[in-house]
């Protein structure tokens, strides 16, 4: 088993525009699917990211507001799972609601080790 990072990216610019019960359900959505992750024994970690940050360049000699990328290149959360392989981890992330209010695409990447 290896662990996998998915980033999401875009759909805020819908979810801005919903309702705050329809939010709701929303989220409740992303409830579900990653309880039916735990549930499984595959969900690490996740959280949604703030839409402010900065982005440090030379070593911190500038600091800049950030991050620049296009609203639907944006990312805004990430999820760690667990998964046999990058197919299995692919097929997992279909199943994300990000798909549900015009979110871009979950990025899936393999965690990898560093050894010493």
């Known amino acids: 088993m290896s662990n996998f990072l998915y980033l999401f990216r875009g759909g805020d610019d819908a979810f801005d525009k919903l309702s705050q019960e329809e939010k709701q359900a929303h989220m409740e959505v992303w409830g579900e699917w990653m309880g039916g992750l ?55 992330s279909k199943g994300c609601p990000i798909f549900d209010y015009e979110g871009s695409f979950v990025e899936v990447r393999e965690i990898l080790t560093m050894e010493p």
């Open 38 to 92: 735990q549930e499984q024994g595959k969900l690490i970690d996740g959280l949604p990211l703030d839409k402010d940050g900065k982005v440090v360049h030379d070593r911190g000699e500038v600091v800049t507001n950030g991050p620049y990328a296009e609203g639907a290149e944006m990312v805004g959360g990430y999820l760690i799972v667990k998964a046999k392989n990058m197919e299995e981890a692919v097929e997992i």
